[in-house]
């Protein structure tokens, strides 16, 4: 379902199209490794973090993403699937853990694409 929603969603495949063209100013995908943010080839969440809470085989979320090669950007399509729903018996809009899970998975990830490296999710400063 979430691979689907993302091909379906006009403004991720129009960033896509336009953006990530080999000699742009955007990559597809995700590095493999934060030093090493020209490999991204094979990039699949679920089998390069398998265990991870958000990322992994069992989440309910799927990402894509696309980030600058100056590494001061990104942006992320998620798919919040229906067990990120609020609702009790039927689908609601994405629950705030769910949400905050990506904006944290976003910050740390983006932290490390910036630094090269790894980098400490604890705090902001």
């Known amino acids: 379902q979430g691979a689907a929603a993302a091909a379906s969603a006009g403004w991720w495949q129009d960033l896509l199209r336009k953006e990530c063209q080999e000699d742009g100013a955007w990559v597809r995908d995700w590095p493999l490794h934060a030093r090493y943010p020209e490999v991204t080839q094979h990039y699949n969440h679920r089998e390069v973090a398998p265990l991870h809470y958000v990322m992994g085989r069992l989440t309910p979320l799927y990402i894509?993403?696309?980030f600058k090669r100056d590494r001061t950007r990104a942006v992320w399509a998620v798919y919040l699937g229906p067990y990120c729903s609020n609702g009790d018996v039927q689908l609601g809009v994405g629950c705030g853990g769910a949400i905050a899970a990506v904006?944290?998975?976003i910050t740390a990830n983006l932290a490390s694409l910036f630094a090269g490296g790894r980098t400490a999710t604890?705090?902001?400063s």
Do not use: H, K
Request: proline letters at 0%; charged letters at 35%; zero cysteines.
């Open 103 to 105: 904006f944290d998975l």
């Open 122 to 124: 604890a705090t902001l």
């Open 64 to 66: 894509e993403r696309a």
